[in-house]
Antibody
Framework: QVQLQESGPGLVKPSETLSLTCTVS????????WSWIRQPPGKGLEWIAY???????NYNPSLKSRITISLDTSKNQLSLKLTSVTAADTAVYYC???????????WGHGTLVTVSP | EIVMTQSPDTLSVSPGERATLSCRAS??????LAWYQQKPGQAPRLLIY???TRATGIPARFSGSGSGTEFTLTISSLQSEDFAVYYC?????????FGGGTKVEIK
């Protein structure tokens, strides 16, 4: 059973870079499709970015200029970097994975990131 | 970008009754449609993919139907644990997009 655990700072200052890691256990990171998805407090879900171990990536155009998604197969980790954050980036960030094309079966518990001075 | 619109925003249902949730896509997504359930403080849970295929471990009272632009999630007999927010998501085109959600509450 694949388990996902997000980690990273809970508080980031405006204009700085948000960096998150998703550690995968119970499965190989190269077996699944991966995404980051976020949810602002009290609001709906927003897909951020996609990555497959082969190197294939795709980004939400609304965030594309600020996002990098990467895989570290040696550590079995997925990472997200979001630059130049503002208060609008305050959200719970989830990593998600699947073996079924782009419908997300495995989710982490999510990590709340607050952007504030 | 494909816009997903869910209705109603809130559905009040008594336990044991049927709930019918709708999701509309701004253009055809074929059967590339998933449904999720989310309870407060929890991550979403995949219920349905391919518009009508139940994910592993999902009870048979959950069913999905539709194709193209119109989709329905039906919960045949609501249990107490089914009161939650439900989201649809299309994966026909990039970017992946979610509907705004339907909250199913106890009547």
């Amino acid at each position: 059973q694949v388990q996902l655990q997000e980690s990273g700072p809970g508080l980031v200052k405006p204009s700085e870079t948000l960096s998150l890691t998703c550690t995968v256990s119970g499965g190989s990171i190269s077996t699944y499709y991966w995404s980051w998805i976020r949810q602002p407090p009290g609001k709906g879900l927003e897909w951020i970015a996609y990555r497959y171990y082969s190197g294939s990536t795709n980004y939400n155009p609304s965030l594309k200029s600020r996002i990098t998604i990467s895989l570290d197969t040696s550590k079995n980790q997925l990472s997200l970097k979001l630059t130049s954050v503002t208060a609008a980036d305050t959200a719970v960030y989830y990593c998600a994975s699947t073996t079924q094309w782009l419908s997300w079966f495995y989710w982490g518990h999510g990590t709340l990131v607050t952007v504030s001075p | 970008e494909i816009v997903m619109t869910q209705s109603p925003d809130t559905l009040s249902v008594s336990p044991g009754e049927r709930a019918t949730l709708s999701c509309r896509a701004s253009q055809s997504v074929s059967s590339n449609l998933a449904w999720y359930q989310q309870k407060p403080g929890q991550a979403p849970r995949l219920l349905i993919y391919g518009a009508s295929t139940r994910a592993t471990g999902i009870p048979a009272r959950f069913s999905g139907s539709g194709s193209g632009t119109e989709f329905t999630l039906t919960i045949s007999s609501l249990q107490s644990e089914d009161f939650a927010v439900y989201y649809c998501q299309q994966y026909a085109n990039w970017p992946l997009t979610f509907g705004g959600g339907t909250k199913v509450e106890i009547k």
